[in-house]
């Protein structure tokens, strides 16, 4: 009975003093945040504080500390706070887009994408936090996720933030078009944003508009006086070679930054106008508050040098070698020392002369067999006294007869003979060791290709003909001779692929010889048989036919399409058809992006039809094309054919542009019916399976016939017949005028 008794009263004490915690708590953070609010700020961090050290739970303690480390310029312990607050507190949105900005700001981007997408959960309507969840996208690598936050945000076309991310993702992915176009609409949303501006202008000069850039800048230096706007403009003055503005520009930057970095600009900008005596004032002014800064040293040792002052050349060029050369410009090293060594002094380097190993092709030491240490015997001439010699940094002494040293075997192979003359001349001579090899080199001719009986039969068209072979040798390859002619001498190689063209011998006879760096050589031969080329041109292949397969409503409905686009088209003499083996939407979009127009571009095509298959999702405001590997659950994994917008902005071609879908077609929004002067046709098509049963019978009639078809017309006679089976429409806002048509010949 005692005992619960006392079990008793230790419940009632527990919970009495739970109950009296919670109520200080309450109270407390209650009179805080009356005190904040008064901006009594000394008064409410003591109440938030004694909050937070007696309880560790109060989400809001935590937070309002937090906000006023921030107004008393601690950002590390406001951070903290915030972080505390954002684990406590069961809504993520304000926490999570605050400590998102400020990790943002300080270009934590991976840990600031964790707190501002938990924020985007919270809350998906906060402007702010969609705006700095897009930014921070693209700034890890995942640009391509940030269009589909745009295409969900209700203020897009209202909002300069949501456009100027999204102008960045674009940019981000080399998509310029698409991304000046938002950049531009940014600017007209929000003509006070400088940000936006500034990204406009690098845009530009990216795309080498440069007037139009600098109209923008001149118009930011106005209305702002950014700094970022003067650099803009220095940027392009330079690029236009319009140095005296340019020298302007730079000083103007010094007076607003203090930053000596634009004196050493405008030193340059004199020394490219060839005002060198202006430019030689500038690098002594910044020597003058820094004495050790590298390229001051360097450029005014280059301008004294041509101006044939050597003692001040020479001084500067030694003291600009005595830097850390971690930190220099390797090729500035070396132009410094090819300079200290003519100034400093005529004499030449010793010479040195390696008795043991054997020497080949001057850079390589032959030995038989591996050891431990290696034994190097020779003789030294000294140009000048020698105050150092050293072999892979092991000291060489009474070397005047002859020297013989022991060093061991070293790890890359490679031996330094380094001499230090009277004059602080520093000379290297380097080696590298090869184990000599009793073999000879392989020679593989892949093209023309050889017969059993050492013949060629070649199509002859001109004086000369194509040769591709490839050499091999467990040494270096030296030298490759073809009809006694030289066409590679090199070393350090051990396969050699020539792909070249040589004059057709009078003999009609073909010798190779490849000699590797111990002098072993092997020989190919054969002979050509000309064959004189047709008279009739072949057909270029001028239309290209690509196919991308997606995921499928029943087993055999895509693949029949496909069949039927192969088989068909197949038939014809200047179709090129392509089956895309990519399954996934980023991949997808890469490829149309960057891989396609640099296929349009080097086959020259002058068509191209580009073929949608399988599953699709029509909504309100966009359409969707499911690859083969998407996720029917997950938006974020399906095709936006918006994004074909892009693609026709960025494919070159003389003739057609059209994308065909079996499945789904574009919203009105995406599709226009003004007609343009311009030649390049970009059609979106939407072809049901009955069209394609109409579509094939017309071109098998076609083929039949040897007709001639133009597809594109084609497409429009089936469609103005049977709508419901063939939809076309026109892609970036308006049609476009045909003036060539997509003919198929067979």
């Known amino acids: 009975m005692l005992n619960k008794k006392i079990f008793f009263l230790l419940f009632l004490a527990v919970t009495l003093s739970s109950c009296t915690g919670y109520f200080f708590v309450n109270k407390t953070v209650k009179k805080g945040k009356i005190a904040y609010h008064e901006n009594d700020f000394d008064t409410a961090f003591e109440l938030f504080d004694k909050v937070a050290e007696r309880n560790q739970k109060s989400a809001e303690a935590f937070y309002f500390r937090a906000k006023i480390y921030e107004m008393r310029n601690q950002p590390q312990n406001a951070l903290s706070d915030f972080k505390k607050s954002f684990q406590l507190s069961n809504n993520k949105a304000i926490t999570g887009l605050i400590i998102g900005k400020i990790l943002f700001d300080r270009k934590i981007y991976d840990e600031s994408l964790l707190y501002l997408a938990a924020s985007y959960k919270s809350d998906s309507t906060n402007l702010s936090t969609v705006y700095y969840l897009m930014l921070t996208l693209s700034a890890t690598g995942n640009s391509d996720k940030s269009f589909l936050l745009y295409e969900r945000a209700p203020e897009r076309d209202t909002s300069w933030q949501l456009n100027y991310a999204i102008a960045v993702a674009a940019d981000s992915l080399e998509m310029l078009d698409f991304a000046e176009l938002y950049y531009r609409k940014s600017t007209r949303l929000n003509r006070s944003n400088s940000d936006t501006y500034i990204a406009l202008c690098k845009l530009l000069i990216k795309r080498e508009k440069y007037d139009e850039a600098l109209r923008f800048a001149t118009n930011g230096v106005r209305y702002t006086n950014n700094v970022e706007f003067h650099k803009i403009r220095l940027e392009i003055f330079e690029k236009q070679q319009r140095w005296q503005e340019a020298m302007s520009e730079a000083t103007t930057l010094y007076n607003m930054t203090n930053d000596i970095d634009f004196i050493i600009k405008r030193a340059k900008i004199f020394q490219n106008a060839g005002l060198f005596n202006n430019a030689l004032n500038d690098f002594t002014f910044v020597l003058s508050i820094d004495s050790i800064n590298s390229t001051a040293l360097f450029s005014r040792a280059l301008i004294n040098s041509r101006l044939v002052n050597k003692e001040i050349a020479l001084e500067d060029f030694t003291n600009y070698l005595k830097l850390d050369t971690t930190k220099l410009d390797p090729h500035h090293i070396i132009t410094a020392k090819f300079l200290v060594s003519r100034l400093a002094s005529t004499i030449p380097p010793p010479v040195i002369d390696i008795i043991k190993p054997v020497v080949f092709e001057k850079v390589f030491l032959g030995i038989d067999s591996l050891s431990d240490t290696l034994i190097i015997r020779g003789k030294i001439f000294e140009r000048a006294k020698l105050d150092n010699f050293f072999i892979n940094k092991v000291e060489v002494k009474g070397y005047e007869q002859g020297f013989s040293v022991q060093i061991p075997f070293p790890d890359n192979d490679s031996v330094v003979f380094e001499t230090v003359d009277m004059f602080g001349n520093i000379f290297k001579q380097h080696f590298k060791i090869l184990k000599i090899e009793d073999s000879k080199p392989e020679i593989i001719i892949i093209y023309p290709k050889i017969e059993n009986n050492n013949l060629a039969n070649i199509e002859i068209e001109s ?33 050699v692929l020539i792909d070249t063209v040589i004059p057709v011998p009078t003999d009609n006879k073909i010798n190779i010889e490849v000699k590797n760096t111990f002098g072993h ?91 949608f298959t399988g599953m699709g999702i029509e909504e309100k405001v966009a359409s969707y094309w499911l690859p083969a590997k998407s996720d029917v659950n997950d938006k974020t994994t399906w095709f936006n054919f918006s994004f074909l917008q892009s693609v026709s902005s960025i494919i070159r071609v003389d003739g057609n542009l059209a994308f065909i879908s079996n499945s789904v077609f574009l919203p009105e929004r995406f599709l226009g019916n003004e007609i343009s002067d311009e030649n390049i046709q970009t059609l979106f098509v939407k072809v049901l399976n009955n069209g394609f049963d109409l579509l094939f019978s017309e071109l098998q009639n076609a083929y039949e016939n040897k007709e001639i078809v133009d597809f594109i017309s084609l497409l429009e006679t089936i469609s103005k017949k049977k709508q419901k089976y063939i939809e076309i429409g026109w892609l970036n806002g308006f049609a476009k005028k045909r003036d060539k048509p997509a003919l198929i010949v067979w």
């Open 521 to 611: 050589s092997s020989h190919k031969n054969f002979k050509i048989n000309k064959i004189t080329a047709p008279l009739t041109q072949k057909n270029k292949n001028d239309i290209l036919v690509l196919i991308f397969n997606g995921k499928q409503t029943s087993t055999n409905e895509t693949n029949k399409i496909t069949d039927q686009i192969i088989s068909l088209l197949s038939k014809s003499i200047n179709v090129d058809i392509q089956i895309s083996q990519l399954a996934d939407n980023k991949s997808i979009q890469r490829y149309l992006i960057f891989d396609l127009p640099q296929l349009v571009e080097n086959k020259k095509y002058i068509d191209v039809l580009i073929f």
């Open 463 to 495: 004086r000369f003909m194509k040769t591709k072979f490839r050499c091999f040798d467990k040494n270096y390859i030296s030298n490759v001779i073809v009809n006694r002619d030289t066409i590679y001498k090199v070393s350090g190689i051990n396969t």
